[in-house]
């Protein structure tokens, strides 16, 4: 093969194999990008250069898929927005690191064919679990979230959770490809049948009996999100109203988005009386505002990004803070050098921003109990539930303005991902979109649409009882890893010769 092929191969497969997410969901263009990977590896000459052509793969299918984040550049005065693009192709390069080490560590498994595709299938799931966790974790489209639009496949997540589905997307892959060149026709499409007609074993929907909510999205973009928070926060009242409608009314939660509140609502009695006037008795209201931790001069050391509870009586009933924060958005990894560096955040502001203890339930007066996640938070699979006291569903809001228009429809794909596995409804709830209601097996109840100012008002679908993958979490993926491993060694192993 022509050292350019050898190259730009790889890169294309990668690029090719990131257009199965959302918002395309072409997810047949996942299975072929991913064949092509493994044929490469497979007829690597050497462990070195499958581990390059994993790396190739990697960059190219990380650039199609987090190219939203150059528009995250656009709304930031302190960089140009070129340097976007650099750090896109700067992360996806860092990034393909893991597809280099699952591709080396297949290639490197002595025994070729279905055994090789199985260690392939182990390789990269455990890459996959590595990306999640290492440096903070970057765990945003696992390969399995490909499988979102093909039907039922994708319930399999509430057995062997996000990882195991990017498992069996290596083996479906991995299977085309180490076939002759007919199999692996007949094999593509039997594939791509099976998971069309798995659509027909998705349950019915269930009469959601749930609480009543109404999602409140006000279509405050990123370039005005700091121009005029009262006046945003008026915008997020006046549609509230009309959500609520004129009294008397039935008791609801109304959810506004992450951010929603600029105010210092735990030190401001005026603030939350007037955030609690469109509120009758038994209402409540859960909006994302920010606590200020402050010295003993009273000058702030740091900040917490929350989620509140309000009453009708100006009372604040509960604060979740969120854990997993963003680096670099969210605080500045060794601060005093970053800062003599000159790298900016992506966030304005000189003090960093607290994290919270993690996944916890808030207790909803007159209401099911309530998982709460901020933002990216719900992309970790087995973080998003305190198991110890579960929830009935889960709330997560979200800041998606800066996203561009892939990262929207790419971070709902991936709450409806934890929707599955944790057999928990997820209301989400962002200032641009997209504000859903998904059920507990991860169908989009109701939208709204990008750049949309409305509001959505139902009840919240019923739970599942607590899934495989909700109980044991990564245990179950890490049982599906060793099966396979199990079969590749004895898929591998030489048949005995009869007397």
Known sequence: MPRALRLLLPIAAGAVSALGFAPLDWWPLTL?????????????????????????????????????????????????????????????????????????????????????????????????????????????????AAWLPAGGV???????????????????????????????????????????????????????????VHL???????DEKYDDSAAHV?????????ALGPEPHRQSITIWSESAVSDLVDEDPAARAHLASILSPGDLLLFGGIALIRNADSTPA?????????????????????SH????????????????????????????????????????????AAGIQICYEVIFPAAVVDEAHRPAWIVNISNDAWFGAWGPPQHLAQARL???????????????????????????VASIGPHQAATLSLRVPPPLPPTLFGRFAHWTSLVFGLALVAGAMTAGRPARRRI
């Open 325 to 368: 924060l963003v680096p670099l958005g969210e605080y500045v990894p060794a601060r005093p050098l970053m800062t003599r560096l000159g790298l900016a955040r992506l966030t304005p502001g000189d003090i960093d921003f607290l994290a919270g203890p993690g996944p916890r339930t808030l207790d909803l007066p007159g209401f099911p």
């Open 32 to 144: 072929i990008g991913v064949a092509v990977l493994f044929w490469t590896l497979d007829r690597a000459p050497s462990v070195r250069s499958a581990a390059g052509a994993g790396w190739l793969f990697g960059v190219g299918h990380f650039t199609v898929g987090l190219y939203w984040i150059a528009t995250a550049f656009t709304y930031q005065a302190a960089m140009p927005a070129f340097m976007g693009v650099v750090t896109v192709v700067l992360l996806s390069m860092f990034l393909a690191i893991y597809p280099a080490l699952a591709s080396a560590l297949a290639r490197a498994w002595p025994r070729p064919g279905v055994s090789r595709v199985l260690m392939f299938a182990v390789a990269w799931m455990l890459c996959e679990w590595l990306r999640g966790h290492v440096l903070s974790g970057f765990a945003w489209n696992p390969l399995g």
């Open 418 to 444: 934890r929707a599955i596995e944790e057999g928990l409804p997820i209301a989400r709830v962002t200032p641009t979109g997209i504000s859903a209601m998904i059920d507990a097996y991860g169908r989009i």
């Open 234 to 242: 008026e915008k997020y009242l006046a549609l509230s109203r009309v």
């Open 302 to 322: 740091e900040a917490t990004n929350s989620l509140y509870v309000l009453d009708a009586n100006a009372t604040l009933l509960g604060r979740y803070d969120k």
């Open 154 to 212: 994708a319930l399999g997540a509430a057995w062997i959770g996000a990882l195991g589905l990017s498992g069996l997307m290596i083996l479906a892959a991995a299977f085309v490809a180490s076939q002759k060149p007919f199999g692996a026709v007949a094999s593509f499409a039997a594939i791509c049948g099976i998971a069309l007609l798995t659509r027909f074993a998705l349950p019915a929907p269930f009469p959601a009996n749930g609480p009543l």
């Open 216 to 222: 409140i999205q006000p279509n405050i973009g990123q």
